[in-house]
């Protein structure tokens, strides 16, 4: 499992998250998507009506590079803001979610504020093992 413990608290806590893509021309693609931490495996699934139809699907297609991130306010006086940015790679999968679309993030590196710490301790950054996106 590439999250720490409360890392993975911080996750299942959680709704919505922003994906970013590349698109066949190089351009970013920012969209927010549904948050599902897959414990089991160490991912992050995304699945939503219509996946498989949608750009984000098609861009991880042409190129498995992504940002997912998650962030929100623990509190807003004090103000304390806390989230995790996941880089990784991914794959658009045909099984396993809604309409039978799915895409998988694998971590490469995970960046998180306010969950390990206090966030005016900066962030927390650290490389993860490289393995492919599975099925």
Do not use: C
């Not at 409360?6 to 698109?23: C, D, M, N, P, V």
């Not at 920012?30 to 699907?57: A, F, Q, W």
């Not at 098609?58 to 989230?83: H, I, K, W, Y």
């Amino acid at each position: 499992m590439p999250f720490t413990e409360k890392e993975t608290e911080y996750l299942k806590s959680q709704h919505f998250g922003r994906l970013a893509t590349i698109g066949r021309n190089g351009t970013p693609h920012n969209v927010p998507v549904g948050v599902h931490l897959n414990t089991e495996l160490g991912t992050i699934d995304v699945v939503g009506r219509g996946l498989g139809k949608s750009r984000k699907y098609r861009d991880v297609q042409l190129n498995e590079a992504v940002a997912f991130v998650v962030d929100d306010l623990a509190s807003v006086d004090p103000l304390t803001p806390r989230g995790i940015e996941i880089r990784g790679l991914a794959r658009a999968l045909t099984e396993g979610g809604h309409d039978n679309a799915m895409i998988r993030i694998v971590p490469t590196r995970i960046i998180s504020w306010g969950i390990e710490g206090h966030w005016s301790e900066g962030p927390a950054a650290r490389d993860v093992a490289v393995e492919a996106p599975s099925a």
